[in-house]
């Protein structure tokens, strides 16, 4: 039986940190992005750019 080890605990490591409450959810969103390849991203509210420089790390 396989266990299911998600990429952003294989190798993400977030390039830009800053305060945030949104720091625990930065895996999940590299590994959603990562994963559906989304042509198009919106992202509302940024603070900090914590979330928008975590979408463009899983893209590129």
Not at 30 to 59: H, I
């Amino acid at each position: 039986m396989a266990i299911y080890f998600p990429p952003s605990l294989q190798r993400f490591e977030p390039r830009r940190m800053v305060f945030s409450t949104w720091v625990d959810h930065l895996p999940f969103a590299y590994d959603l992005v990562g994963e559906f390849r989304p042509k198009v991203t919106v992202e509302l509210g940024v603070y900090n750019d914590l979330s928008f420089f975590t979408f463009c790390q899983a893209s590129g």
